[in-house]
């Protein structure tokens, strides 16, 4: 069966992955693949609608098992329509964030139990992994502070204990599947880390051929 290739991008809040996300898909494309790019969550109407909920203020309090499984209920959707039928045509996917971001935040930032998040991750995407994952990695006070600049959304608002326990957890993932999940600093200009990640997703035998 044909297999394209599936690249996402993790990180904590304001450390440049829709950017980065942006011109790593326009530079697989110059080099001749067909790429979509999606986020998360979003990329159908349904997730994107389920964003809306996720992110607003007025939930602030949102119980930490329905936050879960409104991530898991805007994946099964992108996964189902978007991703799997772009990966099936043999593309390239570019994903802003996809299941490691729910081992981070609600596993080690809520605290849900890891086993059962990392069970509704594999029944969400029903077990498509990505070939190679970018976690961008910055100093969570500073990232706040550069994401926050237009207001803090639901998740933007929580205190800075709680970003830095998602950036451990990012870490954390990072150690324990070396082979898949690849930290990139993200510090410095957008080119010079975009000059960083198409280093690190070069190390993949279906792109090093394209990617110089
Ligand atoms: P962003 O993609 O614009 O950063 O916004 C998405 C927010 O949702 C961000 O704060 C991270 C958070 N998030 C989770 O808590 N769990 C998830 O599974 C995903 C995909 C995002």
Redesign the pocket.
Known sequence: MVRGVFITIEGC?GTG??TQAALLAEALREAGLSVTEV????GTLVSEAV?DL??DRAHDGLDPRA??LL?EA??AELVSRVIRPALAAGGAVVC????D??T???GY?RGLPLDQVVRLNQFATSGIVPDITIVLDLDPAEGLARATGGGA?R??AEELGFHERVRHGFLEIAAGEPERVVVVSATGTPAEVSQRVLEAVGRLPVLAAVIH
């Open positions: 809040e992955k829709s986020r998360e969550p979003g964003r996720l992110l936050e879960i991530y805007s994946r802003d964030r996809f299941f971001s729910t981070a935040y609600q930032g959304d998740l933007e």
